[in-house]
């Protein structure tokens, strides 16, 4: 079993920053990939980004490519998302979720553990 819990969610103007983590708990130590993913009100869930654990390969969304950074600290278990230039449209409930066999990064159905969820809010 796999527990992730995500934080660092929150309220933030347009324009802003958050960094968002998730720590990972349990069996970890064989993980192929962990993923940020996000879900906005009337929406489905769509991939944000991703990173293999070794961390030689990342992941990104188009919607946020050049403005999200994912890293990963295994030490910690920790994988993190840097957004900066956030706009009102990046408002979801982001979750993150660890893949634990080779998959494609940016298909949900490839993971196999899912975090609660943090919200994010960028006002206008």
């Known amino acids: 079993q796999v527990q992730l819990v995500e934080s660092g969610g929150g309220l933030v103007q347009a324009g802003g920053s958050l960094r968002l983590s998730c720590a990972a708990s349990?069996?970890?130590?064989?993980?192929?990939?962990m993923g940020w993913f996000r879900q906005a009100p009337g929406k489905e869930r769509e991939f944000v980004a991703a990173i293999r654990r070794s961390g030689s390969m990342t992941y990104y969304a188009e919607s946020v490519k050049g403005r999200f950074t994912i890293s990963g600290d295994n030490a910690k278990n920790t994988v993190y998302l840097q957004m900066n230039s956030l706009k009102p449209e990046d408002t979801a409930v982001y979750y993150c979720a660890t893949a634990l066999y080779s998959t494609d990064p940016v298909a949900s159905h490839g993971y196999h553990y899912w975090g609660q969820g943090t919200q994010v809010t960028v006002s206008s």
């Open positions: 349990g069996r970890t130590f064989n993980s192929y990939a």
